[in-house]
């Protein structure tokens, strides 16, 4: 606050000048003093200058409705949505989030420092604030390559920027309890920041290890027990509720009156349809209290608790002085998102965000980032092995993708052998898979085979591919998938499925390869149309970019492919596609 | 912590070496998780590595007593010990307190920035942790000239020192409701740091727009309703226990569940013979458990939610990577204190400091700080107006005095004059009261008369007198008010009993008038003696000095005295002796 304005704040708190706007009939949920009680709301500018009785050049009627704080999401990575930064903030300020903490991986592992500055600048044209974690773990793994690699110094002066919390997830756990050097570089210019933890099932003395290095919350627990170990260890915990990942009603038990204070809502990973269809931290807020938890602490673990965890100032509660973000619920049961104000301003009414998009919100400069060596139909061919053949075929490693899973099992099988080429299969259900750097034109391609797609023939290629973001391409027949290659380097990145020469489908992405820059619900129909398209190959996944997305993930599973070939996960090192 | 030490704390967590110190057949008080369990507390250097199971170079056998976080005190005036910070420490940390958050309000309203410095300086000898919040209102009053005055300008640069955490107590709540320009200033540079209230009985629109300019907390709440009505505004509750001002079993009620985040103990004021015979925060958590709070809150009030406010990372409780400042309970009702650990080291056991005291903290420079114009007998003279007469005395304005009250009475009564001077009278128990500049020997001399203090003759002298801490002289014999003042000069300021010419007791304050610098016990002791001389002079008072010390605070009661005159407090203004 400029000090004018904090002038203007306290002159209309003491009743010397009105309010640009009041709340009038609210029912104000009040954080601090967990009560709820009849207050005007008084608003002047960007903040809420007091609650009581009060007049205003502008007032509303909520007739009864609840006053919320903000929601503010605690852990999320914006590129899950699909969406580009300001599309993505309205769609979840429509669903009452003011803010959220992103960590901006994905784009950090395509553009490197850049990929991050690329989300502070377009944030500026986003109707919530966001707050950034830096990416700690860039790359994410040895087995696969990106274009860039972020250390410690590429980190540090980011820690400068005013919206820069602290380090995000720090994934490399084993990194942390080893000690190692480059790790505790990273902890080390953070400290004084907020360092945020992932380590899954971590316990006994390697958690203790984790918590002794300074890692502060945890977003990773699938259950009581092992939030409850996390805890003890002084550890907050984010308890999430994502697309995939669904942790709210195993972790509800856990959060007591006592204890509630350490733990907050984030949704990590969280796709626009189900952002559109049942919300974001609203739908946490909504399902917590049908689960039993007390109106007023889930409220509270959707705003106040992530305010303190992060160390913003006069965020996340209805009291005099704090930032004017106020979500108005109809009522506590159904908690439908009624209006939503933001830095003192309507912002969305009745779950649309009502805010002018900014043109040059649309154009955040970022360059182009699929730089692929020029391809051929010959790269998506895998000779067979001298001395098999077609009678004879040799042994290769397949690998298993599930539905919703994303690690994999795997089987040794006898390859398809035609003119003296290892070939897909759909009768087996035994698809090719081919992981073709983007970042450095390197022309690497890793290939394999994989089965659970179901694909009847065609091709389905995406530049989503965790954590590295190669092109990753499945498909029955090697002509589609040199078409589909070709068209994602054509729409600057994407997903796409090609049948028979044809695209069938396709959902460009032209921001960093991983994003849309068009509307929530535009991406959403050709989300839609994509699953359809899937369908008509006759894959019976739900979502079968999902899996496909994390099928080059090579820290997790038990066989995954990368541009460096194919990848034992628990060898940690690369294996030939024929098995001896 | 550094890089190295860091990968030392985890290597012990982890398991791969052996911890400094392990405190076994602990239980542990986990203020987190908000759970008592048994575990191995393992302790490297300054740090906590680890709870589990583990090995160290020298164990401690705790038989089944409680660890606990070292307490914290949210807010306290280290000179109302009457003790040097080293000895503070040193009586506190017996008691478990391992880290104060300390006001050097009256080293600031007698040396200004240097008295801050001082504390800084001083800070560093002391086995605790002294962090420092700075004096906001110095001087607290235009009607009484100190030597000194604090603008935002001369408080910013504190900023940068790592043990500043904020902006101490703002008293000046008309100040800050009526948005004044300097008292502004002091909330801008404040801006992103703690700022502490000090509001009592603030409520309504003004609290509102006191909690809107970012006041955070407030300690002067005296019961339920009132810090109810703070803590609806987002304000952190401090329970103050003091010497004179207690509130902890009044506010206790307000301490639920949902809402103990937002509260912290603190003493404010406390003499070294109360810190000596009750304790400090120990006897705030020993009173809170009997009075029927959850102990584990009460600890949890006694130092965590300190820390969490005043943004002190990994303090505050027991678990891995947090600062090894440790408080062992004997049990969970007497909570005896009976070891204390801080930065990993046994520095107190069975309430004795067994740290070895640094000659270097006995010697911590500071000038001299009195400096008082040459005295004559006639300055303590005061002449009958012209036309008044033994006979036909005139008519004076007297203060009345009372025991544990800093406010006064007032009333209008006939002088005594005798050989044309107006002078004491023992019958009536109208003492002379005489308050002598000390700060920049100007030769002002502001008296009146007190009745209260009984004195059958001789005289009673102090440099600690609220807040500009000018000599104040109260006494039935002008020959015995000069001694007393000479006596205080000599002594460098200090506390001073004088009888028919001799002392009867003293206590030399020779630390900016202040405070002692003895240990704690010798200085209990002499003021001990102190009281046994004022007896002796028939003052029915238990604490005379108390009260003396606040006969010159021109901003409560209705009259008082300070160097400028008797004041008028409710008019604000100096009024002449005489009543017309």
Redo the contacts between chains.
């Keep these: 606050?400029t000090?004018n304005h904090?002038?203007d704040?306290?002159?209309?708190?003491?009743?010397r000048k009105p309010a640009d706007i009041v709340l009038k009939n609210a029912k104000v949920i009040?954080v601090?003093?967990?009560?709820i009680y009849e207050a005007d709301v008084a608003i002047l500018g960007d903040?809420?200058?007091?609650?009581?009785t009060y007049d205003g050049k502008t007032t509303y009627d909520l007739k009864g409705r609840h006053v919320c704080p903000g929601f503010i999401d605690a852990h999320v990575h914006i590129e899950s949505s699909l969406l580009s930064v300001p599309e993505f903030a309205r769609t979840v300020v429509a669903r009452g989030t003011t803010a959220v903490v992103a960590d901006p991986h994905e784009f950090a592992n395509v553009m490197g420092a850049e990929g991050i500055a690329f989300v502070l600048r377009a944030a500026q044209y986003a109707p919530i604030d966001v707050f950034i974690t830096l990416s700690s773990c860039v790359p994410a793994s040895p087995l696969e390559s990106t274009g860039v690699a972020l250390g410690a110094e590429d980190l540090e002066s980011f820690f400068a920027n005013k919206w820069v919390l602290g380090l995000a997830e720090v994934m490399n756990y084993p990194g942390?309890?080893?000690?190692q050097e480059d790790v505790?570089?990273k902890?080390?210019i953070a400290?004084?920041k907020v360092i945020d933890g992932h380590a899954p099932s971590l316990s006994?003395?390697?958690l203790?290890?984790y918590?002794?290095?300074?890692i502060m919350s945890d977003h990773e627990c699938v259950d009581a027990d092992e939030a409850?170990e996390k805890?003890?260890?002084?550890m907050y915990i984010m308890i999430r509720e994502g697309s995939q990942t669904r942790n709210l009603k195993a972790l509800l038990p856990l959060v007591?009156?006592?204890?509630?204070?350490?733990f907050m809502f984030c949704t990590d990973d969280k796709d626009v349809e189900d952002l559109l269809s049942e919300g974001q931290i609203d739908y946490m807020v909504r399902t917590a209290i049908a689960q039993g938890l007390?109106p007023?602490?889930a409220v509270r673990l959707a705003s106040y608790n992530t305010a303190?965890y992060f160390?913003l100032?006069?965020r996340g509660?209805v009291?005099?002085?704090?930032h004017a973000d106020l979500t108005i619920l109809e009522d506590l049961q159904e908690c439908r998102v009624t209006e939503v104000f933001r830095r003192g301003e309507l912002v969305a009414q009745d779950g649309r965000c009502i805010a002018p998009r900014d043109a040059l919100g649309q154009k955040v400069p970022l360059r182009s980032s699929i730089d692929v060596h020029w391809m051929e139909i010959a790269d998506f061919q895998i000779p067979a092995p001298e001395g098999t053949s077609e009678a004879s075929p040799p042994n290769i490693h397949v690998i298993h993708a599930r539905e919703n899973h994303i690690d994999t099992e795997r089987s040794v099988e006898p390859a398809v052998v035609r003119n003296g080429l290892l070939v897909a299969d759909p009768d087996r259900d035994l698809a090719k898979i081919m992981v073709i750097d983007r970042h450095r034109a390197s022309g690497e391609i890793g290939h394999g085979f994989v089965r659970g797609f179901g694909l009847k023939g065609g091709a389905i290629a995406s530049t989503v591919a965790h954590d590295a973001h190669n092109m990753i391409i499945v498909g029955m027949s090697d002509d589609d998938m040199l078409a589909a290659g070709i068209h994602l380097i054509k729409l600057h990145g994407g997903l796409a499925i090609v049948h028979e020469g044809r695209v069938l489908a396709d959902v460009p992405l032209p921001i960093a390869g991983l994003v849309s820059s068009e509307p929530a619900e535009r991406v959403a129909r050709q989300l839609h149309e994509l699953s359809a398209a899937a369908k008509q190959l006759d894959c019976p996944f739900e979502q079968p970019f999902m899996s496909l997305a994390f099928l080059s993930l090579s820290v997790i599973g038990k066989l995954k492919v990368t541009n460096l070939g194919l990848i034992d996960v628990e060898k940690f090192a690369p294996i030939p596609l024929i098995a001896d």
């Design positions: 606050m000090d904090l002038r704040v306290i002159d209309v708190a003491a009743g009040n601090v003093s967990h009560e903040r809420i200058a007091g609650l009581g942390v309890i080893n000690a505790l570089k902890l080390a400290a004084g006994g003395n390697g203790a290890a918590a002794a290095a300074g409850a805890l003890r260890q002084g007591r009156k006592e204890t509630a204070s350490h007390d007023i602490l303190r160390g100032k006069q509660a009291v005099p002085g704090y």
